[in-house]
């Protein structure tokens, strides 16, 4: 494997592996009840959607317009939708029977907080995916940076690799509340982080031709 192609993955895997920081700070505390639950899930979906719209809406609006840049974020819009499809979210049903309310109220209590729990954990593993699908195109980034020069790729990955950690939050979170497991947490967060170096062994084994004419 040629030296550039290892840098790149070696890049890939600084940034995506910040992924694990962020599951890290989520872990080492106790797992959350419902109300800090959403007021950090809350934190780092504004610290993702600042990025997105500071930065990368930025950054695409200037390389290739307006109008590109809006199709493409639909598309992704669209896309991600589409694969939801495949991961149904369960509706949470409160039970709103009286009389079995009545009969056992600390059954149905649990019960209510066993579906909910349910649903959490399928909104983690939603998220989890959605940032897998977010990092892969990022690896190819900084393959493609490292290609150019070394400086490039390693501000790509240094960049990359800071707003990866309130994305480690993000998936980490609802999977610690929900199976009450740090390994199951920190391994989904790891995951989607993986994505990343995916990304870069795609782009140096499937268009070789590319990145040779890059260099």
Request: charged share 15%; aromatic share 12%; net charge positive.
């Amino acid at each position: 494997m040629e030296q550039h192609v290892l840098v790149a993955l070696a890049l890939s895997f600084v940034g995506g592996l910040s992924t694990s920081l962020g599951a890290l700070l989520v872990i080492v505390n106790p797992s959350p009840d419902l109300k800090r639950l959403g007021l950090l899930q809350g934190f780092a979906a504004g610290l993702m959607l600042s990025i997105s719209f500071l930065d990368l809406a930025h950054n695409a609006l200037n390389s290739i317009g307006f109008l590109k840049a809006n199709l493409w974020f639909f598309a992704g819009v669209l896309f991600f939708g589409f694969v939801v499809k495949f991961i149904p979210e369960p509706t949470f049903v409160p039970t709103t029977d009286a009389s079995k309310k009545k009969t056992d109220d600390d059954g149905s209590g649990k019960d209510m907080m066993k579906k909910h729990r349910r649903q959490v954990l399928f909104s983690g593993i939603i998220t989890a995916v959605g940032i897998s699908l977010h990092n892969f195109p990022e690896g190819m980034a900084v393959f493609l940076g490292s290609v150019k020069g070394l400086r490039v790729g390693v501000n790509l990955a240094i960049a990359i690799a800071l707003h990866n950690i309130p994305e480690g939050v993000a998936v980490a979170l609802p999977l610690y509340f929900a199976t009450k497991s740090k390994w199951q947490a920190f391994k989904y967060a790891t995951l989607s982080g993986l994505a990343e170096p995916l990304g870069v062994f795609f782009v140096a084994v499937l268009f070789p031709s590319n990145y040779t004419s890059c260099s």
